[in-house]
């Protein structure tokens, strides 16, 4: 019985099958078998390859820098600080200029701390007391401010009191200004300067125009008639992302600025254009919720002349900007070298397929110089002369299109 098994199973081998149609003379199921087969076809051409262009080649690993610069100065008149003038140098943090950056527009400046004992603030309920056993020496005040010396601290007439602590006396003032001190801060303008790269494709360019105008960049405001001027008013900023800035500014929070490059490199280099998006981060709901707002606390400290420390304190409230960069290129692939990398300037991004050299440049019968050939062709004139013999060498190096 194996015998026979194995012996059929052989045989199978050289066995010729033919498959067998069946044709159905109906109607009804002949359009239905022609709109499928239409379906698909109009799938394939009209999704993956006119809308999805699915035979193009995409690159989506952006290499991006972000370099931020502001300018604006401000005025004030208060009763801690007296008049000041602020600049940049005063409100922006950090100052190295990066993608995220904070511009501070309201504080609460607490001056001259120094390291003594005095009342915890009322406002702690940790720090709250009805005599000296409620302040155990050497606790800290939960969310306070320093460490308990083991005193409750009341004024005349009061049954409850607050505990005394070691720490930076005064401690902080817990009212803010009912109207944002820095204010003025919605006409100041920030330079945001993006330089991208594809790696794949070796494609790289920049959101600055090109220009041997020095005024340019001084005078010019981001438009869409000015779409490579990167210098933004901050109230525009705020008022695209559908916020206040003078509501804002009170509290404080933060905005986020998304460009994005999305280019077809089979096109002209010219319509890969930076686009810009703003939207507010954080919790809009300021009536509501106990959490909005950006703020945080930093010191800057001095030394008298017996040689002890006392600092300044501000609580700074303000918007923290986020400038995010994402994007993809698309090109169809051609049997070439690829992109040439140099900087690029709008309307001429620095790229190139691969082109033919051309006629030696006069003078010089070694060198051949270099002209474009969109889509990777060649055209008579693309071609490298050798004198001696005046035939033409074509070859595949790269180039600029301009």
Not at 154 to 161: A, H
Not at 178 to 184: A, D, E, Q, R, Y
Not at 207 to 225: F, G, H, I, M, P
Not at 248 to 262: D, F, H
């Amino acid at each position: 019985m194996g015998q026979v098994a194995w012996k059929a199973l052989f045989l199978s081998l050289f066995d010729y099958k033919t498959e067998k149609y069946v044709i159905a003379k109906n109607k009804k199921v002949g359009v239905l078998y022609r709109v499928v087969q239409l379906s698909i076809l109009a799938y394939l051409v009209g999704w993956v390859f006119v809308v999805k262009k699915g035979y193009q080649d995409t690159d989506t690993s952006l290499q991006s820098s972000v370099i931020t610069k502001l300018k604006g100065v401000a005025f004030t008149n208060t009763s801690e600080l007296g008049e000041r003038i602020w600049d940049v140098a005063d409100y922006v943090i950090p100052p190295q200029g990066e993608s995220v950056f904070f511009v501070m527009t309201n504080l609460i400046v607490t001056p001259n701390q120094r390291q003594a004992t005095c009342a915890e603030s009322a406002s702690i309920p940790d720090a709250l007391c009805d005599r000296d056993t409620d302040c155990l020496e050497g606790e800290a005040v939960v969310a306070g401010n320093g460490v308990k010396t083991g005193r409750c601290l009341k004024d005349r007439g009061s049954i409850r009191g607050t505990c005394e602590i070691l720490a930076w006396c005064p401690v902080e003032k817990r009212s803010k200004p009912k109207k944002p001190l820095l204010g003025s801060a919605e006409n100041f303008t920030v330079y945001i300067k993006n330089s991208i790269r594809f790696p794949k494709f070796k494609f790289s360019k920049m959101n600055v125009l090109a220009t041997d105008n020095e005024s340019y960049l001084k005078s010019c405001r981001y438009s869409q008639e000015h779409p490579y001027c990167p210098i933004f008013v901050l109230g525009n900023i705020v008022r695209w992302a559908g916020g206040d800035f003078q509501e804002m500014a009170l509290q404080g929070g933060v905005i986020g600025i998304q460009i994005e490059w999305n280019c077809d490199l089979d096109k002209a280099p010219s319509e890969c254009n930076p686009h810009y998006s703003f939207s507010r981060l954080d919790n809009k709901s300021v009536e509501t919720s106990i959490s909005s707002g950006y703020n945080f606390r930093f010191a800057k400290y001095y030394r008298d002349a017996e040689g002890v420390d006392y600092r300044t304190l501000i609580k700074a409230y303000g918007i923290r900007f986020d400038v995010m960069v994402n994007g993809k290129v698309q090109l169809q692939e051609v049997p070439v070298e690829p992109y040439a990398e140099r900087e690029s300037e709008p309307g001429a991004a620095r790229w190139a397929l691969g082109t033919a050299e051309a006629l030696p440049a006069p003078g010089n019968p070694h060198r051949c110089g270099t002209t474009p050939a969109l889509g990777g062709g060649h055209s008579p004139d693309q071609a490298c002369y050798d004198q001696d013999s005046q035939r033409k060498k074509p070859s595949l190096k790269t180039a600029f299109l301009p």
